[in-house]
């Protein structure tokens, strides 16, 4: 039998996002949120490209993003609930990382598998904020998706996405749990 790890599972199967409403500080500190980001670069990267970086948001950061979401929203006349939401996003969070998807060119991995590994480094960069017992939230909406915000705002390059916002800060308020999916209806068992 395989050696067990009782802890690490029952995290996960009780795993919960915080609402980035919800988070206030203290964020953690630079050594702590070093480990967290360490614990997240150890996901799974076909062919050891790293196509992904972080990008570290704090103070005065966050307050320019803030700025920014209001003037590009305005600028693509969204309404003003979303600019809303898109401004709190920076404005009320303590601390962001950005996951950068950030593409390799190679012969031998498809840019899809590098997609997959960003995705891959946001959702364990989550799971390790949560299990060094902050709170966490993964976030994206039309900010993370609007070129003009991710270039002026993070300098991001040309082939370069936002692939989640990942605010950590201390929850102020536990949130209910929600509906998970029905196995039954997602999984297929292929024997032969």
């Known amino acids: 039998?395989?050696?067990?790890?009782?802890?690490?599972?029952?995290?996960?199967?009780?795993?919960?996002?915080?609402?980035?409403?919800?988070?206030?500080a203290p964020a953690p500190e630079r050594a702590a949120l070093e480990t967290i980001l360490t614990a997240a670069a150890r996901s799974p990267d076909h062919g050891k490209l790293e196509p992904w970086r972080f990008i570290v948001l704090q103070g005065a950061a966050l307050t320019r993003l803030a700025d920014l979401a209001a003037s590009r929203g305005a600028a693509l006349g969204k309404d003003a609930g979303d600019i809303a939401k898109a401004v709190d996003q920076f404005a009320q969070s303590p601390l962001a990382v950005v996951v950068v998807e950030s593409p390799v060119d190679s012969p031998k991995i498809p840019a899809l598998?590098?997609?997959?590994?960003?995705?891959?480094?946001?959702?364990?960069?989550?799971?390790?904020?949560?299990?060094?017992?902050?709170?966490?939230?993964?976030?994206?909406?039309?900010?993370?998706?609007?070129?003009?915000?991710?270039?002026?705002?993070?300098?991001?390059?040309?082939?370069?996405?936002?692939?989640?916002?990942?605010?950590?800060?201390?929850?102020?308020?536990?949130?209910?749990?929600?509906p998970r999916p029905d196995l039954e209806a997602k999984v297929t068992w292929i024997s032969l």
């Open 1 to 24: 039998m395989p050696e067990r790890n009782p802890a690490a599972l029952d995290f996960l199967l009780s795993r919960r996002s915080r609402p980035a409403k919800t988070l206030t």
């Open 113 to 178: 598998e590098q997609t997959y590994s960003a995705g891959a480094v946001a959702l364990a960069l989550l799971n390790a904020a949560l299990a060094s017992g902050f709170g966490a939230n993964w976030l994206t909406g039309w900010v993370a998706h609007d070129r003009d915000f991710v270039t002026a705002g993070l300098g991001l390059a040309g082939a370069e996405r936002v692939a989640a916002f990942i605010h950590i800060g201390t929850e102020t308020a536990a949130p209910p749990e929600r």
